[in-house]
Each structure stands twice: as C-alpha cells, then as structure tokens.
C-alpha cells in the first residue's frame, strides 16, 4: 500500500457568536467556557491517537481548540488559510433569525446550487470547496502513513467531507447534517497504484459521545 492516512477532522468548540447566534464566518469571537471544555474532552478522547501531524485554520476558535487537543503533545501544528470558515460578507456578526425569511439565507442552508452571494459578498459554496480541496491535496500528498489532525468549521467541514469521499457540492445540504462543536469525523485515505488515484472513506461521521 502506497498510502494509509486516517484523518481526523473537529470542528471547533463552541464560541460567544454560536451562543449569541450571531454570524460568523471570516469574523472570529472566543470560546466559551463550554467551548473550551468541548475542546478538551476531545482531547482527551483522541490522547491515545499517534497523531504524525496537526492542521488548523488560521482563526484563533480553531486555533485554540486544536491547542487544547494537543494539550502538551510533542505534534506540529501548521495554519492553513484554505481551511478558514467560508465568508459570509456584509452578514458577518449579524443575528442570524433575522435572516429566516431571506431567500438567500434560506438556499445557504438548504440549496446550496442556488445560494446566491451577489448581495451579502460573501463567498460560495464553490470557492469554499476549491481552497479547502486544495489543503487535502497537499496533505495527501506529504504524507504517506499514520494519523492526521485536521481543525477547521462548521460549513466547510460539511461540505468537504461529503465531497471528497464521493458526494457532489451540489446536494450536500440536502445529503448530510450539520456537524457538532468539537465533533470528531474520521476519513480513511487510501492509494494502492501510482497510476490511481487514492480512495477517501468514512469511518467515523459526527461523533460527540465523548462530550457527554
């Protein structure tokens, strides 16, 4: 086998703009006191876990929740600018039930082919994936065996792992559920032939047992 990763990727701990329902895309607010405790007891969760390399968005709740995790473990983190939460333009820091009934609102979270960013600036479900493929591709491509921590958000996370591991962009929304503040998904990535492509499969999808 040319290839076997497991990569695990969490999403970050709560923050002070998921409690205020607030926006929060490009903008970043702290973690909670919840947040940090969600952060780590997944660390604790994943301490047995050899993990070769950490990855995380730049943003200081994936930052920090990716800190707590590695808590005092000898693994390098690296800060990857593809793995950023998408933008949500002129709605950044605004109170999201204000936007119930706003048709673009409502395609963000249910169409995303038809998601529309011509008013808010913002960026697309689209662009969100071609930066956030490009990061796995160059993981892959570094590495070769073992374990890898990824951080990142909410809606990114959605979509890529949906994505890669077969799914079109498209009908995500339609296709899978929102993933849970410092839950923990599993993709296996396998290359058996220089000549083929490597496989990306689900092992473990949402899990938030150890926050319990």
Avoid at 48 to 60: E, G, R, T
Avoid at 122 to 141: C, M, P, Y
Wanted: charged share 20%; glycine share 6%.
């Amino acid at each position: 086998m040319l290839k076997n990763l497991s990569i695990y990727f969490v999403r970050h701990g709560e923050t002070e703009f998921n409690q205020l329902q607030l926006f929060q895309g490009s903008s970043d607010s702290p973690l909670t006191a919840k947040g940090i405790k969600q952060a780590k007891q997944t660390g604790i969760a994943l301490k047995n876990i050899d993990f070769n390399f950490a990855y995380s968005s730049p943003q200081k709740r994936a930052v920090d929740t990716a800190n707590y995790i590695i808590a005092n473990r000898n693994i390098n983190l690296d800060f990857h600018d593809g793995l950023r939460e998408i933008s949500f333009g002129n709605w950044e820091q605004k109170f999201v039930p204000d936007y119930y009934s706003n048709e673009d609102f409502i395609n963000f979270e249910q169409n995303a082919q038809k998601y529309s960013t011509l008013d808010n600036k913002g960026e697309s479900f689209k662009e969100l994936l071609d930066r956030s493929t490009r990061v796995i591709a160059d993981i892959v491509e570094q590495h070769y065996h073992g374990n890898i921590l990824v951080v990142s958000h909410g809606s990114l996370l959605r979509q890529l792992i949906y994505v890669i591991t077969g799914g079109a962009w498209q009908d995500h929304l339609e296709k899978t559920t929102i993933l849970g503040n410092s839950s923990i998904s599993i993709v296996n990535y396998q290359q058996t032939d220089f000549d083929a492509p490597g496989i990306f499969s689900i092992e473990v999808l949402n899990q938030i047992d150890h926050l319990n």
